[in-house]
């Protein structure tokens, strides 16, 4: 059974604030979150990996989407196809075509055999449509279908997504809340226990409380987290503005301001979960233990949008769950499947489930910081604590 560590001098772990050290009036609860929020972030911006993972993120981000604007425009380039005579003049205006004009049908029979053009058009009065295609050794389709009198086509329901883009983007919102989440959830629980082991944890208690301890903890990381995600969205609009992608910018502006502001209440609470978590252990250790609950959880969205996101009704119930409406909200605002009013009442249920983890979790770290040895148990952390 876990034992609580035996308070020193000068040690108080109690919900009341402490007097600073020149003996002034007490620092008060949201004064002291403030300033642990401010050694969270100031430690963090401090620290060369952070700085480093962070600008080559950025990097791989925008060099992703200027890649990918460039394959993009390569996939979608014209086909080039030789013609004779006037049929070239009638190929230029059409589009989808790189049009080589020649002279006669043998000029024409030759680029086709080098494969320097995918097919040739040549005027045939015969012909019922007047022309005639040549290709080497299967039929061009592509040239075939664009040549081809087709009938107006009215869309009673128009999709501006391709099968492909939506699958991008899903796993895009997935994997970045997935990164940001897991990246800072783990940095709040390794510091914790790294406290606890070095005793450090007491000297704090001394100066602020617990709960504004771990409100700063959860503020500064919170902080630094929706700022990460903030720089990658705007990043990723450089990239778009860069390559030329400029429509899909525009389908992508207000899913990516929803997703920063869903971010943010939902890292919230999971790192309240982060944090309350660390607190039951002493040993880094035995951090992954308990962690995997919460990690769990953090991955569940993710494979959610890769798994059911071409399944509206599931994405729609996960819209509304708390752990994966950060990203299936944004991605059903993407695809243009939500109404104006569901993101606010997702948001609305991920702000009130936030606010029962914090207040659970605050009873848990509070019981469980200054107990060391074996693990603390959830009926111990949730018992009446001394803080």
């Not at 962070?54 to 604007?69: A, F, H, N």
């Not at 005793?199 to 409100?215: N, T, W, Y």
Request: net charge negative; glycine share 8%.
């Amino acid at each position: 059974m876990s034992t609580p560590v035996k308070e020193t001098a000068g040690v108080t772990p109690t919900t009341e604030a402490a007097p600073n050290a020149r003996g002034s009036a007490p620092v008060s609860t949201p004064q002291a979150a403030l300033i642990v929020a401010e050694r969270e972030i100031v430690s963090q911006v401090r620290s060369k990996s952070f700085v480093i993972s962070l600008v080559v993120t950025l990097i791989l981000v925008l060099g992703g989407i200027i890649v990918g604007g460039f394959f993009a425009d390569r996939g979608g380039s014209d086909t080039p196809v030789a013609a004779v005579g006037d049929v070239a003049g009638e190929l230029t205006e059409a589009d989808g075509f790189a049009v080589t004009s020649v002279d006669d049908v043998a000029a024409a029979e030759e680029l086709v055999r080098t494969e320097e053009v995918d097919a040739a058009v040549v005027a045939d009065p015969n012909s019922t449509v007047g022309v005639r295609v040549i290709a080497l050794t299967d039929p061009p389709l592509g040239v075939l279908q664009a040549l081809s009198v087709q009938p107006e086509v009215e869309l009673l329901d128009t999709v501006t997504t391709s099968d492909g883009l939506r699958v991008l983007v899903s796993v895009v919102f997935g994997f970045l809340f997935m990164m940001l989440a897991m990246g800072s959830g783990a940095m709040i629980a390794q510091n914790t226990v790294q406290e606890k082991q070095s005793r450090i944890v007491e000297i704090l208690l001394s100066a602020v409380p617990a709960r504004a301890l771990l409100a700063g903890k959860v503020l500064g990381n919170s902080a630094l987290a929706v700022g990460q995600a903030a720089a990658i969205a705007a990043v990723a609009v450089l990239g778009l503005l860069l390559s030329g992608q400029g429509e899909l910018l525009d389908l992508l502006t207000g899913p990516i301001v929803w997703f920063v502001v869903f971010f943010l209440v939902g890292f919230v609470l999971v790192a309240a979960m982060f944090a309350s978590g660390a607190a039951l252990v002493s040993r880094q250790e035995d951090v992954g233990t308990v962690m995997m609950p919460t990690m769990m959880l953090v991955m569940a969205p993710y494979f959610a949008v890769v798994f059911l996101g071409d399944n509206p009704v599931a994405m729609a119930i996960a819209s509304y769950v708390p752990f994966s409406a950060p990203v299936a909200m944004p991605v059903r605002m993407f695809l243009g499947e939500a109404s104006w009013w569901e993101p606010l009442l997702s948001l609305g249920l991920l702000a009130l489930a936030a606010a029962l983890v914090i207040a659970l979790a605050a009873r848990i770290y509070s019981n469980s910081l200054l107990r060391t040895g074996p693990r603390v148990s959830l009926r111990e952390a949730l018992g009446r604590g001394d803080s």
